[in-house]
Nanobody, 119 residues
């Protein structure tokens, strides 16, 4: 069994900051890529940022320069630091990870954490 547990969402004013965390636990050999997705009401889920096991990162154009993804491999945890938040960043944020449970790898999702940017 593998679980991804997210935390850190909430209500913040425009221009504010939040830090999301996602910890993987269970029967894990290793973790390949990890990432954050978001889904706003009435919209499709979209990639926000991803990070490989070696630390290479990728960001959606809409968050470049404002969001930073990082990971702690020893803790099986990925973070998303979100600065200069805008109302359009309001969404449910989901953690995703490709987890190796030998001899295969599997894609897992967290339960989601709500981020609301509003004055």
């Amino acid at each position: 069994q593998v679980q991804l547990v997210e935390s850190g969402g909430g209500l913040v004013q425009p221009g504010g900051s939040l830090r999301l965390s996602c910890a993987a636990s269970g029967s894990i050999f290793s973790i390949n890529a990890m990432g954050w997705y978001r889904q706003a009401p009435g919209k499709e889920r979209e990639l926000v940022a991803s990070i490989t096991s070696s630390g290479s990162t990728n960001y959606a154009d809409s968050v470049k320069g404002r969001f930073t993804i990082s990971r702690d491999n020893a803790k099986n945890t990925v973070y998303l630091q979100m600065n200069s938040l805008k109302p359009e960043d309001t969404a449910a944020y989901y953690c995703n990870a490709e987890i190796v449970r030998r001899p295969y790898s599997y894609n897992y999702w967290g339960q989601g954490t709500q981020v609301t940017v509003s004055s």
